[in-house]
């Protein structure tokens, strides 16, 4: 055997890195007293929409368990980062909310220096890097069976300007709702790619 075979390719490399990323970011985080589900936990209910603010979204988004991640969000609202309530729309499921405190707390969120270091690192301009990421966690989640999650105004059921004039102007045809632009720039678990 060569060598150069014995030699990981530049995609083991790569992978490995983006591992190496992942626990280094991890690493002595426990800023605010939080784990890294923690962490998680509280930049999901940040980024998704109200509709997408439930323990099993949750647990879909972060490829966990609901069990776990039941304990995750227990910590939260112990913490008084996390609240949960009824659901408005059905009385039946849990909707997630941050607390002032919370949304407080992700100002202080470890991500921010790894973030500053891609834009040090890419000059600024990190969107090829994006787009390479978000091909390999497409390919990811198709692979697992899992959920895409995107931004909703990127969703074919989408319907931008539906209702003009309106604080909620824009409507999901899936879930037959009004949707604000802010809504329309969150994540969702009920995204589809629009053709």
């Avoid at 939080?34 to 998704?48: G, K, M, T």
């Avoid at 009824?86 to 909310?97: F, H, K, M, P």
């Avoid at 607390?99 to 500053?116: F, M, N, Q, S």
């Avoid at 390999?136 to 059921?157: E, K, M, P, V, W």
């Amino acid at each position: 055997m060569k060598n150069s075979e014995s030699l990981p390719s530049a995609s083991h490399e790569a992978a490995y890195l983006i591992g190496r990323l992942d626990r280094l970011s991890r690493s002595g985080i426990n800023i605010a007293g939080l784990n890294p589900a923690q962490w998680e936990a509280l930049r999901y209910l940040s980024r998704a929409n109200r509709f997408s603010r439930t323990p099993a979204a949750l647990a879909d988004y972060a490829g966990s368990t609901r069990g776990t991640i039941s304990q995750t969000l227990i910590a939260l609202e112990q913490k008084g980062l996390a609240s949960r309530q009824a659901s408005r729309r059905d009385g039946r499921s849990v909707e997630l909310a941050l607390t002032r405190r919370g949304e407080a707390v992700l100002g202080d969120d470890p991500l921010r220096r790894l973030a500053d270091d891609i834009s040090v690192a890419t000059g600024g301009d990190a969107g090829e890097l994006l787009a390479t990421l978000q091909a390999i966690l497409s390919a990811l989640i198709a692979r697992n069976n899992g959920r895409a999650f995107g931004i909703c105004r990127t969703c074919r059921h989408f319907r931008c300007n539906a209702v003009p004039g309106r604080a909620a102007p824009h409507h999901c045809a899936v879930l037959d709702e009004p949707l604000s632009d802010a809504d329309s720039g969150a994540i969702c678990q009920e995204h589809e790619t629009a053709a």
